[in-house]
């Protein structure tokens, strides 16, 4: 057997299994983003053809701002460098899937260790005003209850890493960004010829730990 697989789960309920704070978050709606290669490949981190489809994914439901310690990127990506981020590392805010895909392979933001969060936001505006307290509360255990406040700037989903960055957490503040989130992984998943599947709570765990 061999190939990829993307599946997701809406609505996950057991908060002890994914890393991704008290479930069902407070406010919005829950989406766990799960893939697998076969066979598995040899070294860690997110498989590159699957760090395409996750950019594109995303790029494609709206802007995406995320911590980035890149000094730079393509011309006309509509890559915006903001200081506002923790420590010395920038904000950076993109609707280009190429320059995405730095989140995934950061090393100050390490995405296998959960020290990455992605802000997506509409394409057409200016990033997102979020200040330091807000982005701070993001990178903590409890990130759902920051999401309260994110409406007001503009955000409409804010994504993180789950159990050793193996799958992602992708939290909806609508009923149209979780409809468009579902139907853009659907898309890009189908145009990549990767197996693609909405699964139960408990299919997605086995098919994670599978």
Same mark, same amino acid.
């Given at each position: 057997?061999?190939?990829?697989?993307?599946?997701?789960?809406?609505?996950?309920?057991?908060?002890?299994?994914?890393?991704?704070?008290?479930?069902?978050?407070?406010?919005?709606?829950?989406?766990?983003?799960?893939?697998?290669?076969?066979?598995?490949?040899?070294?860690?981190?997110?498989?590159?053809?699957?760090?395409?489809?996750?950019?594109?994914?995303?790029?494609?439901?709206?802007?995406?701002?995320?911590?980035?310690?890149?000094?730079?990127?393509?011309?006309?990506?509509?890559?915006?460098?903001?200081?506002?981020?923790?420590?010395?590392?920038?904000?950076?805010?993109?609707?280009?899937?190429?320059?995405?895909?730095?989140?995934?392979?950061?090393?100050?933001?390490?995405?296998?260790?959960?020290?990455?969060?992605?802000?997506?936001?509409?394409?057409?505006?200016?990033?997102?005003?979020?200040?330091?307290?807000?982005?701070?509360?993001?990178?903590?255990?409890?990130?759902?209850?920051?999401?309260?406040?994110?409406?007001?700037?503009?955000?409409?989903?804010?994504?993180?890493?789950? @159990?050793?960055?193996?799958?992602?957490?992708? %939290? &909806?503040?609508? $009923?149209? *960004? =979780? /409809?468009? #989130?579902?139907?853009?992984?659907?898309?890009?998943?189908? @145009?990549?010829?990767?197996?693609?599947?909405? %699964? &139960?709570?408990? $299919?997605? *765990? =086995? /098919?994670? #730990?599978?």
């Amino acid at each position: 057997m061999s190939g990829t697989s993307i599946f997701v789960c809406l609505d996950p309920r057991r908060s002890d299994w994914w890393q991704l704070g008290a479930l069902p978050p407070a406010t919005g709606r829950m989406m766990l983003i799960g893939w697998k290669k076969y066979p598995e490949p040899v070294d860690g981190g997110v498989p590159e053809d699957v760090a395409s489809l996750l950019a594109r994914a995303f790029t494609s439901i709206g802007r995406v701002t995320f911590l980035s310690s890149a000094a730079h990127a393509a011309t006309g990506s509509g890559w915006w460098p903001l200081k506002r981020a923790p420590g010395p590392a920038e904000l950076t805010s993109t609707t280009d899937p190429q320059t995405l895909m730095q989140t995934f392979d950061d090393a100050a933001h390490p995405w296998s260790m959960q020290g990455q969060v992605l802000l997506i936001s509409a394409p057409a505006e200016a990033p997102p005003e979020i200040d330091r307290k807000q982005l701070r509360a993001l990178l903590e255990n409890e990130w759902g209850d920051a999401a309260d406040a994110l409406s007001a700037p503009g955000v409409i989903g804010v994504v993180r890493p789950g @159990v050793d960055g193996d799958l992602a957490g992708l %939290l &909806t503040l609508t $009923a149209d *960004a =979780e /409809r468009a #989130s579902l139907a853009a992984f659907e898309r890009v998943s189908r @145009v990549a010829s990767f197996d693609w599947s909405v %699964l &139960t709570e408990e $299919a997605f *765990a =086995e /098919r994670y #730990s599978g």
